[in-house]
């Protein structure tokens, strides 16, 4: 592949960029939009640029967006170009989400699991029409719900805790009677996919950081495949939790650890049929989900993913897209995906003008013998 | 009552009080500390500076650790008058947070002012950041379904 | 906390990039003399030794702690980040006061011959002692730089190492705020 350099587009370029900073502000006689409430007012947008950027900052990923014009795939770029220039102080400690503050936490297959279902600030039973309220920042009609909704809630001290302390995850309750596989407890250093050049066959480390940084929309899809048929795992939401975990580090001058903080992060526990193998007896697998930020979509989509892409050593046919490791790891990060898609736009004036000649001299050629032939044949 | 910072397991405490520093929003310390005597002046021994801690999951909630993703943290070191080193690493890209509690925790370590620091500083920021938790956990209980069975009438 | 006494660069990006950029022109020009700007270095490490290595050594990368250097430890863990390792075969970056032996590091392999160490070692001075004289790519003509403290069997050990070329050790020689390069291309003879 070839470029040319080019002169002359400095002015065209100077032009397009105050035009397009013009049309990011769009009409002024209309507030400009501020990162505060881009941050508060936007937030899932905002969690999936700070997901697929891989780099935690609501402030930073807000005004990404801002940038971007709403671009959440552009906003994501310039958050990860961003994280780029800073040096990596620590790795934390993996994150507790058996202690997580949660704030959503729902299970498809236990109805009366232990903790209870806690539904937290959800979309899923709206009626999907179009709140025209909302338009005019009207305040709410009467017939929504109350805020003091939120305020008449037992205020029984063992419910508190249930949903402020340690809550076990579903699969426990299924690994009790050791019908699902347990957690590998391997304690290896992780891979790091920002430091080493992606390499198959890949491991689960670098298969599930690779999948927190997915684009929604591709997981989305390829989840969706497996549902259909294509590398089927027979999901069910083992569960789902959003909520607040600690991060904790140890920094070496310390010698002991310390909480810096919460972040918010997003957890979905697949739970799949497994009829069994050689080596291991019928009994349920599972398919992790986890990202920053409220992602459901995107922990759910990664938990069937994961777990289709277990299939070769569970010892199942590999047949799909969503099962082959590098397929889905190589095209998985939107980042990567729109640098080699929209360098297209680039110039190819050079390679162009050979496949040019190319062209013409086969359609020079294939004339020349289609007259020969002609020829051949009135003889 | 005073217990000072000394005891069984001294970094207990420290851990306490660096992580709730953490949690704290710069306006909520400096508040506390403008009804305080002027802290004494320090110097820093390294940044404030903005980087970056790699957050870790574990496969499957308790498997392996793999690379969730990054964060920003801001990190401070400071050295007060007294020699007492004190250091703060906090999420976010606030330098002025990372300073404070830098200097509040070289502070806490010094016999003379720790609890009079504990009473007016920490116990007040741990205190509403229980509250927050526990309006949190009040509102996500709000949400817990109560299934209750129909009564079969026949 | 010993070691925690100093702060590192003032100006922790301005600092490390003029640094870097001189060691960019110390590296590109063999035996050349440079100077970083004043820094408190922890003893026993001089403020060139200590720039060069708040520089180029990070969490990221491991170091190697000459025996003599264990009182500046504490500070470089903490300013640099390093990653201390006890293997001189596994380092990036090794920093010494007077030559190691260059056998003992790592010198790349034919695949990744830039996996090889760097070392910054500490001599007595620059500019005065036993002359050498630098060829090589780089330098149009020989050059010529008096350095007092390297072993006798200098010229002896960097014949063998030149030979390894493309794998090799780099060097950094420091003395209180000069310091040259001897990337591993270089040739040595006495002067």
């Keep these: 592949m070839a470029y040319v350099a080019v002169k002359g587009g400095e002015r065209a370029i100077d032009a397009a960029h105050a035009w397009l900073a013009e049309e990011r502000r769009g009409d ?16 899932r947008a905002v969690d999936r640029v700070m997901a697929e950027a891989s780099c935690y900052d609501p402030a930073l990923a807000s005004l990404a967006i801002k940038q971007a014009q709403g671009d959440l795939i552009e906003a994501a770029f310039l958050l990860r170009a961003y994280r780029t220039t800073l040096p990596r102080f620590a790795a934390a400690r993996p994150i507790d989400t058996d202690a997580m503050q949660i704030s959503r936490r729902i299970s498809a297959i236990y109805k009366d699991l232990p ?15 179009l709140d025209f309220r909302l338009a005019d920042g009207a305040p709410p009609a009467d017939d929504s719900p109350p805020a ?39 304690d290896a250093p992780p891979g790091d996919l920002t430091r080493e050049p992606l390499a198959f066959p890949a491991g689960r480390d670098l298969r599930l950081q690779a999948l927190a940084r997915g684009d929604e929309g591709f997981l989305l899809s390829l989840g969706y495949s497996t549902q259909r048929g294509w590398g089927g795992t027979h999901p069910f939401v083992g569960e789902i939790r959003v909520g607040e975990v600690a991060i904790e580090i140890d920094p070496p001058e310390l010698g002991f650890p310390i909480e810096i903080g919460d972040i918010i992060v997003t957890e979905c526990q697949m739970v799949n049929q497994f009829k069994g193998s050689k080596a291991a007896p019928p009994q349920f697998t599972r398919g992790y989900g986890l990202c920053f930020g409220h992602g459901e979509r995107k922990a759910m989509a990664m938990a069937l993913v994961d777990r289709a892409m277990r299939a070769e050593e569970l010892g199942e046919e590999v047949i799909a897209p969503a099962q082959t490791i590098e397929f889905v790891l190589s095209h998985c990060d939107n980042i990567e995906a729109t640098g080699f898609v929209e360098h297209l736009k680039l110039p190819h004036y050079v390679d162009f003008q050979s496949e040019l000649e190319t062209i013409r001299r086969l359609r020079r050629e294939a004339e020349a013998f289609a007259s020969q032939d002609r020829r051949e044949a009135a003889e | 009552m005073a217990e000072g910072i000394t005891g069984p397991e001294p970094n207990v405490k420290r851990q306490r009080w660096m992580a709730v520093l953490a949690r704290a929003s710069v306006t909520e310390i400096e508040a506390l500390l403008a009804g305080m005597e002027p802290p004494r002046p320090h110097i820093r021994l ?29 990190r401070c070191t400071v050295r007060d008058a007294g020699g007492r080193i004190g250091h703060a690493y906090v999420i976010g890209r606030d330098p002025r947070h990372a300073e404070l509690a830098a200097m509040l925790d070289a502070a806490m370590q010094d016999e003379a002012r720790h609890d009079r620091l504990e009473r007016m500083i920490i116990a007040p920021l741990a205190a509403s950041q229980a509250e927050a938790r526990a309006a949190s956990a009040r509102k996500t209980a709000a949400t817990r379904v109560q299934f209750f069975t129909m009564a079969n009438m026949r | 906390m010993t070691g925690l ?3 590192g660069f003032a100006d922790p990006v301005g600092d490390a990039q003029t640094t870097f950029r001189a060691l960019l022109d110390a590296m590109a020009r063999p035996g050349t003399l440079h100077e970083v700007a004043d820094l408190a270095a922890p003893p026993p490490l001089g403020a060139a030794s200590a720039s060069v290595l708040l520089t180029l050594v990070d969490g990221e990368t491991s ?15 903490f300013h ?24 003992i590091f790592c010198a790349g392999n034919d695949v990744a011959p830039e996996e090889s160490a760097t070392l910054v070692v500490q001599v007595e001075e620059l500019g005065t002692g036993p002359a050498y004289r630098f060829s090589g790519p780089g330098l149009r003509l020989p050059s010529l730089l008096q350095v007092a403290g390297l072993p006798e069997d200098f010229p002896v050990q960097w014949t063998a190492n030149h ?9 950094v020689l420091c003395a209180g705020a000069r310091f040259c390069c001897l990337p591993r291309s270089v040739q040595i003879e006495m002067g």
């Design chain 1, 148 to 186: 003091s909704a939120l305020q008449d809630m037992p205020k029984n001290g063992a419910e508190e805790g249930a949903a402020a302390g340690r809550m076990k995850p579903v699969s426990a309750i299924l690994a009790h009677e050791g019908l699902i596989e347990e957690d590998d407890v391997a």
């Design chain 3, 163 to 171: 030979a390894l070329y493309p794998r090799g050790i780099d060097l």
């Design chain 3, 63 to 77: 170091l190697w702690l000459d025996a003599s250097c264990m009182a500046a430890r504490a500070w470089l863990v």
């Design chain 1, 28 to 43: 002024p006689d209309v507030p400009e939009i501020t990162i505060a409430q881009i941050g508060e007012q936007l937030g």
């Design chain 3, 5 to 7: 006494d100093l702060p």
């Design chain 2, 46 to 74: 390294r940044g404030p500076e903005i980087g970056l801690v790699m957050a870790r999951g574990r496969a499957g909630g308790g498997g392996a650790p793999f690379n969730l993703g990054e964060m920003t943290v801001t």
């Design chain 1, 115 to 129: 903790g209870g279902q806690v539904l937290g600030p959800t979309y899923d039973y709206t009626h999907r029409l």
């Design chain 3, 80 to 103: 640099c980040g390093a990653v201390l390792t006890d293997d001189p075969a596994t380092a990036a970056f090794a920093v010494s006061i007077g030559m190691p032996p260059l056998g």
